[in-house]
């Protein structure tokens, strides 16, 4: 009877313990998540200026790397990223318009808004869209 407690208490240790391996790795995870957002960053560092946002994310955008900056006739510098959206596709991007939250997604998130007399209009405007989505996606 000894040896039936010895080994149920020995059972309740493991999984304790895995379950605490488990949330710790989970805990890890998303805060390794959230370093990587800009916002978050910040919050947590707000005296340091940022140079470059390779790595982190801005909403739906990823910036994958810096490019080479435009340079206006006045002489004035401004950073361009590339960036990859949640949905797959890539777009160029001003430094200012990432931190200014002007751009939070290349356009996917944007519903047409439109009124339609017919239901009939609605749905083909539904087949066309489907169709402009799917030719884009093949590059």
């Keep these: 009877m000894k040896d039936k407690w010895k080994i149920e208490q020995h059972r309740q240790r493991k999984l304790a313990a895995a379950r605490l ?3 710790r790795l989970k805990r890890d995870y998303t805060e ?3 370093d990587h957002d800009y916002w978050h960053y910040k919050q947590r560092h707000p005296g ?3 140079h470059d946002l390779t790595g982190f994310v801005f909403s739906r955008l990823t910036v994958i790397a ?3 900056p435009y340079i206006s006739s006045d002489g004035i510098k401004d ?8 949905c797959g596709d890539m777009i160029k991007v001003y ?3 990432l931190t200014g ?3 939070t997604s290349c356009g996917c998130d944007i519903q047409p808004k439109q009124k ?3 239901d009939e209009d609605r749905e083909m405007l539904d087949e066309v869209e489907w169709l402009y989505r799917v030719l884009s996606k093949t590059k």
């Design 21 to 23: 391996k488990k949330e």
């Design 32 to 34: 390794r998540e959230t």
């Design 48 to 50: 340091i200026v940022i």
């Design 66 to 68: 810096k490019l080479d």
């Design 79 to 86: 950073n361009r990223y590339l960036c990859r959206c949640s």
């Design 95 to 97: 430094g200012f318009e």
């Design 101 to 103: 939250k002007r751009v």
């Design 116 to 118: 339609f007399k017919y």
